[in-house]
Nanobody, 115 residues
Framework: QVQLVESGGGLVQPGGSLRLSCTDR????????MGWYRQAPGKQRDTVAT???????NYADSVKGRFTISRNKAGNTVYLQMNELKPEDTGVYYC?????????WGQGTQVTVSA
């Protein structure tokens, strides 16, 4: 079983930055992909950014040019650098790890962008 631990959320003013981290501490299963997903109040969970095993990133149109997804060399930690944050970026951010044995989700971290 994969357990993902997320950190880095918080309250930030519009235009500010935050960096989210997600770590699979045991790293027993190789990741086919990892990603970040956002769920705003009353809305569905949407894809924000993903990174596949060869390192290729993919972004939602709404965050292109502002967010950057990356990972460490061990492949067990994924980061989301969020710049130029907007109020519409507010939500609970979840990390997901995809392996050959299935998908695992983190517990979520709250990001609030407000003046």
């Amino acid at each position: 079983q994969v357990q993902l631990v997320e950190s880095g959320g918080g309250l930030v003013q519009p235009g500010g930055s935050l960096r989210l981290s997600c770590t699979d501490r045991e790293n027993r299963f190789v990741a086919k992909a990892m990603g970040w997903y956002r769920q705003a109040p009353g809305k569905q969970r949407d894809t924000v950014a993903t990174i596949i095993s060869n390192g290729t990133p993919n972004y939602a149109d709404s965050v292109k040019g502002r967010f950057t997804i990356s990972r460490n060399k061990a492949g067990n930690t994924v980061y989301l650098q969020m710049n130029e944050l907007k109020p519409e970026d507010t939500g609970v951010y979840y990390c997901k790890k995809v392996t050959a044995w299935g998908d695992s989700w983190g517990q979520g971290t709250q990001v609030t962008v407000s003046a």
